[in-house]
């Protein structure tokens, strides 16, 4: 009953996630990228510091021994976060949602390499086949890019997208790097206070890059922006009193699902048959990697019974 709890809070944090970034799209890129960051920083930490009270002794929640590393972790998501609003203007929620996937790829190769994690021969092939499924989606738009000449302007935008959607993903894997290890000495609720806070102050001085007065429509989405973001963080902290980890990773994947839902339902758009294929190779490849680790972790605890 636990890890089926874990399992539907992950999916629905999954799918909290994939509308905060449909709010984003709605946009349109009419208002700046600074000031829909600081809505969706600052509108998160009205469900956050609810559900920090519901738990009880706020203080001692977000009490910190490592402002250093909530620093690094904060930018780090910022970017993340800045690139991928910045995306979404050229390419579809789908298209995004998929490229996203290469983030646990530069992942595990960036904790290879900073936190010197011992990372076995089936991670590594998974990785391998990871980052083909992402040329195979890139491929599609970076061809169609072509040149200025023969593709266009909005196959030039494309290319533009999927190159944002890229460096969105190496920021997100940095920030899960920094979160794995504030992990060992922070509270989770330190780890989420501190960067929706980060978030907001930076997205609040962009403001003397000029920003916008939103209409109706625009506000709600702000708005929007910032709940669904602030309940999808909630909800994946949830879901890992539940079950492990390793269990709930493979559901990630189905941000791609719900992308396509409401990409179809609300923004009349579907993705393209090379981002169906990569990103299937994608998740198929992420599946592999948490069974083989799932499986290794059974075979040591059976090797460890005397």
């Not at 997208?161 to 894997?173: N, Y």
């Not at 993705?271 to 198929?284: D, E, H, K, W, Y």
Request: include cysteine.
């Amino acid at each position: 009953m636990n890890a089926k709890m874990g399992v539907t809070l992950k999916i629905l944090s999954a799918l909290c996630a994939t509308l905060m970034l449909a709010c984003v799209k709605g946009l349109g890129g009419n208002i700046p990228t600074g000031e829909v960051i600081f809505f969706r920083s600052f509108i998160a930490l009205f469900p956050l510091l609810v559900w920090l009270k519901l738990q009880g002794r706020i203080l001692e929640q977000i009490k910190t021994k490592n402002i250093f590393g909530h620093l690094i972790r904060g930018f780090s998501g910022t970017g993340g976060m800045y690139f991928n609003y910045l995306a979404l203007v050229y390419i579809s929620l789908a298209d995004a949602t998929a490229i996203s996937y290469a983030a646990p790829l530069f992942t595990v190769i960036m904790a290879a390499i900073l936190l010197r994690e011992n990372v076995h021969a089936a991670r590594w092939l998974a990785v391998a086949i990871g980052f083909t499924g992402i040329i195979v989606m890139l491929w599609a738009h970076l061809s169609e890019s072509g040149s200025l000449l023969s593709g266009g302007f909005t196959q030039i935008s494309a290319g533009l997208g999927v190159i944002l959607a890229l460096l969105a993903a190496m920021c997100t894997a940095v920030s899960s790097v920094q979160i794995r290890f504030l992990n060992g000495i922070e509270r989770p609720g330190a780890i989420v206070f501190y960067f929706s806070l980060m978030t907001m102050l930076i997205g609040l001085a962009t403001i003397f890059f000029g920003w916008k007065i939103p209409d109706t429509k625009q506000l709600l989405l702000l708005i929007g922006c910032g709940f669904f973001g602030g309940m999808a963080q909630i909800l994946i902290t949830l879901s890992l009193r539940y079950a492990d980890a390793s269990l709930l990773a493979p559901f990630d994947y189905t941000t791609l699902v719900w992308s396509m839902v409401i990409g179809f339902l609300f923004l009349d758009s579907l993705p393209a048959s090379s981002t169906l294929v990569g990103a299937s190779i994608v998740a198929a490849a992420g599946i592999f990697a948490v069974w083989s680790e799932r499986r290794k972790n059974r075979i040591n605890a059976l090797r460890a019974v005397p």
